[in-house]
């Protein structure tokens, strides 16, 4: 073994026992071990291997291989690698590939054991293991060549804290001690060799220009990436573009090169003022006009076909949009996923302005890259969210209670319409219609982009019906296209029917789009969905066709225990209807938790349906028709519908979130007018397909959010983001007349 080498697995040992005076348990960063304390670790793992020699979980399995790596048994360690490898591939296929950089490790371990220096033994491995792979195998397994090594460090103090002072043989978590430093020990090892090997097999298979600043009309320099396939198969490509303000070089090597290996020109850009362009970053303004000019030089290339397609998702989905807002000749087709929409679900939803997005433009602008460690402060936002919640002070004040000031959310909190700010940023109304390229939308029951998704469905379809664009919806979380199908989301196991490639789908409708291949069987119509519980994918030419009756729900004064009934009949029309009284003023609430695997109720009613007699198929977007009569001018209400299981597991369904002054028109407020009669009309923003159980309810929280992640309303009718505390005055009282329901789409 090389000194270099021999020096650094050494430092990365740890002892057979964690003394109680450790630098490393007190500080953090692995401690300088001796070579005997390197043998006391290995024989820990040795004396921990056979509780785990008939390992058949993906955990004890993952123990398994690291204990054996650490105690130098490499070649079965190797075995054990493929066993684990297996069992993903039939239950989780995307971290399969994330065992190629350990397998590689590993075998580099073996050989260098038999004596071979240790840089041969890594580059021999590497070729094995990686570089003999197919072009489209490497792309899929490129991503996986990283680790967070501050986690890993994070995860050994963890777990060195439980067995301080005790041998790890007889430590309970002895093992996961061994297992986090025996990760900590391979990615320190591979992060700092694999990545002139990995450049060096891309450059062997593909051309890479990562120098590209494209000019714009007005002056600005847009950062850009192109990866090309060496083959001369086709001497003319279709250029694929991620047009991003995610400036992560990483990220948009593995995107760029993946689209390589499916025969096209990758290509990733960077928002202006990200990466090497000069100025400063802006998020959303200039990205339709520069999207549009990087599509116009990439069709005027010589290795070009004139054609263009957009992919990728979140606010990535919206520079696609953004750019088709600009038409551009060349650009014949986009493919989103987990779709933002600016002005429509971020950083507001219904025209109520939340939180969570607060941090993201210190991380989009911060920095030329991404700034990971102020994002990451999660301890920070939620100290800023609890402060402003309790002082009562005004939403605008945000940024004065953090203490750094934030332009960006400040010029968001100007425009709570959906006004001229934000409708040039995407199409709006009629230019839908004038969208005449396929399109394509993947999205999940579990994700937040969901509302962004099927605004731009709804509007495409409604002015322009003839409109090809597809669906493809399932039990699926944001990052499912980057990260792969989770088996579990939410509680959730998912059908084996959903546990499908998403990224393969995209780049076979591409295929189809670009050169006639046929659309994969899961997209044979233009609304596809995956029914959860029922295993199966159903194929509707529109939204409103996913279910074929409307369940009518009235909400009543009846009650069952602490919740109310709904009926499916209508109260007489002298009833009184239920009311709801909100103490705005009120912060005890403060340093609550949500249940995680509970609806949280506070300011809400809580209604349910009896048991089901039998199983009920649940599909589409559920409407609502509220009459009302508050005590102000104005409120926010949010509904979250859930099925609740017969042993008592809530599993969501769908949900809605809007200020009562913009159901009608978003770009305009209409104040009501207290103690009058209203009726607002309304439209889940996000949809479900479920087959509930027989013995499930349907649970439905209808209520006020009044919390510290996103804007309070107090009805005064001023600019929410000016109301405080001061506002409150008498507490908000609703009360829902007769003809008040809710309808569920059901088969």
């Given amino acids: 073994m090389p000194p270099a080498f021999r020096r650094l697995a050494v430092a990365l040992c740890a002892t057979f026992a964690i003394p109680a005076n450790n630098a490393f348990a007190e500080k953090g960063g692995p401690p300088v071990a001796a070579d005997a304390d390197a043998a006391q670790f290995k024989g820990a793992a040795e004396a921990l291997l056979p509780a785990y020699t008939a390992a058949t979980s993906s955990t004890d399995l993952t123990r398994l291989y690291r204990l054996q790596l650490a105690a130098g048994r490499y070649a079965t360690a190797e075995d054990t690698l493929a066993k684990l490898q297996a069992l993903y591939r039939r239950t989780e296929p995307s971290p399969a590939d994330g065992l190629i950089p350990w397998r590689t490790y590993t075998r580099a ?15 021999r491995a590497f070729a094995e293991s990686y570089g003999d792979l197919s072009n489209r195998r490497m792309a899929d397994v490129l991503p996986w060549w990283h680790a967070d090594l501050d986690e890993l460090h994070r995860a050994y103090d963890e777990a060195a804290k439980a067995c301080l002072g005790v041998a790890l043989a007889v430590c309970p978590s ?34 890479i220009d990562d120098q590209l600043l494209i000019p714009t009309p007005d002056g600005a ?49 960077y928002t202006r003022g990200k990466g090497r362009s000069p100025g400063p970053v802006t998020p959303y303004e200039h990205d339709g006009a520069d999207a549009a000019t990087v599509i116009e030089w990439l069709a005027r290339q010589p290795w070009s076909d004139g054609r263009v397609g ?68 999660t301890a920070r936002w939620d ?39 934000w409708r040039r940023l995407i199409p709006y109304g009629r230019e839908f219609a004038g969208v005449d390229i396929p399109v394509f939308v993947e999205t999940g029951y579990y994700d937040g982009g969901m509302v962004g998704a099927l605004h731009y469905l709804e509007q495409h379809y409604r002015y322009r019906p003839s409109a090809d664009h597809r669906l493809l919806v ?40 670009f050169y006639g291949s046929p659309l994969p069987e899961v997209l044979k119509d233009r609304i596809n969905f995956e029914v959860m519980g029922a295993n199966r994918w159903r194929h509707v030419p529109a939204l409103s066709q996913m279910a074929n009756h409307r369940l009518r729900l009235h909400l009543t004064t009846r009650r069952d225990g602490d919740r109310l009934l709904f009926s499916p009949t209508a109260p007489a029309s002298s009833a009184l209807g239920p009311e709801l009284e909100v103490n705005l003023a009120d912060r005890s609430d403060a340093d609550y938790q949500p249940s995680t695997d509970r609806p949280d109720t506070r300011n809400a009613l809580v209604y349910t349906t009896a048991p089901l007699a039998r199983a009920t198929e649940v599909d589409g977007l559920f409407h609502g028709r509220f009459a009302v009569e508050i005590n102000k001018r104005d409120f926010d209400l949010a509904i979250s519908f ?23 028109d978003g770009t305009h407020r209409r104040l009501l007018v207290p103690g009058r009669r209203t009726t607002l009309t309304f439209q889940s923003q996000t949809l479900t397909a479920r087959l509930l159980s027989p013995g499930s309810r349907i649970v439905a929280v209808v209520g006020v959010p009044k919390r510290p992640d996103m804007q309070i309303n107090y009805g005064t009718g001023k600019d929410v983001s000016d109301e405080s505390i001061t506002d409150a005055k008498t507490p908000l009282r609703i009360r829902w007349l007769t003809g008040s329901y809710i309808e569920l789409p059901i088969m």
């Fill in 109 to 123: 371990q073996r050989y260098a054991q038999d004596g071979m220096a240790f840089p041969s033994a890594f580059g």
């Fill in 174 to 207: 002895g093992a996961e001690v061994v297992s986090t430093r025996e990760a900590l020990a391979a990615w320190e090892v591979l992060m700092s060799t694999s990545p002139l090997l990995i450049r060096a097999d891309a450059e062997r298979r593909f051309h």
């Fill in 221 to 269: 320099q847009i950062d850009a990436l192109l990866v090309r396939p060496r083959s001369t198969e086709r001497p003319k490509r279709v250029a694929l573009l991620n047009f991003t303000i995610y400036a992560n070089d990483r990220w948009s090597f593995a995107d760029a090169v993946k689209m390589a290996a499916y025969g096209y020109a990758g290509v990733v850009a």
């Fill in 310 to 377: 957009m992919f990728s998702g979140s606010y990535n989905a919206s520079t696609q949009w953004a750019a088709v807002k600009h038409r551009p000749a060349a650009l014949k087709a986009i493919a989103t996923n987990a779709s933002n929409a600016p002005g429509v679900d971020t950083p507001m939803q219904g025209n109520v302005f939340q939180s969570f997005i607060y941090p993201w433009p210190f991380y989009t602008t911060d920095t030329k890259s991404l700034d990971d460690k102020t994002y990451g402060d």
């Fill in 383 to 421: 100290r800023l969210e609890r402060k402003w919640y309790a002082s009562g002070r005004p939403y605008r004040d945000l940024d004065k209670i953090d203490g750094k000031p934030n332009p960006v959310f400040d010029t968001w909190l100007n425009h709570p319409d959906y006004d001229a700010y």
């Fill in 474 to 513: 399932g039990p699926y979380h944001h990052t499912a296209m980057q990260t792969g199908v989770l088996p579990v989301v939410d509680g959730y196991a998912i059908d084996p029917a959903a546990r499908i490639d998403l990224q393969d789908i995209r780049l076979k409708w591409f295929d189809h789009v």
């Fill in 642 to 664: 859930y099925e609740q299981r017969a042993d008592g597991r809530y599993l969501s369904l769908a949900s809605y979130l809007g200020r009562a002054s913009y159901m009608a």
